[in-house]
């Protein structure tokens, strides 16, 4: 992906489950997650070199900048994921810096993590003028 997103030439959005929560605010507690998977140095360099190969533009963070708390994902295993937020920002929406001012707004859908049998990961909406 990194040297398909060197060569782009064209506004592009790559959306999804990047399964790397980057930055020491995007976890729960970044010491005790720097040796589990989303969140160790490995990954979080190779996603930096991706998002450094095009320039990518994290709307996420453009719209909740860090440090502020912006998680997209709680796991299963916690009978009562508000009661200790043990939350990952893992989902994500990058744009290329071509289509930066078309994008007007992005929203994350947190309270769909309390629907009856939810996914662990909540939906992400972002406003593109076209």
């Known amino acids: 992906m990194t040297r398909w997103s060197e060569g782009l030439r064209e506004p592009t959005l790559i959306v999804g489950d990047f399964n790397v929560a980057p930055l020491e ?3 729960w507690s ?9 969140h160790t140095p ?7 070199r991706l ?4 320039d990518w533009i994290d ?3 453009r719209f909740v900048p860090a440090p502020d708390r ?5 796991s299963y295993r916690s009978p009562d994921w508000t009661k200790n937020d043990r939350g990952r920002r893992l989902d994500h929406m990058w744009v290329s810096p071509q289509a930066k001012e078309r994008v007007l707004s992005h929203r994350v859908l947190e309270p769909c993590r309390s629907w009856e049998r939810p996914s662990d990961h909540v939906p992400l909406i972002c406003e593109i003028a076209i």
């Open 42 to 48: 490995i990954e979080i360099d190779a996603l930096t």
């Open 59 to 61: 709307i996420g963070r």
């Open 70 to 74: 912006n998680f997209t994902w709680w």
């Open 30 to 38: 970044h010491r005790a997650l720097l040796d589990v998977v989303s």
């Open 25 to 27: 605010c995007d976890v």
């Open 51 to 54: 998002q450094q190969a095009h």
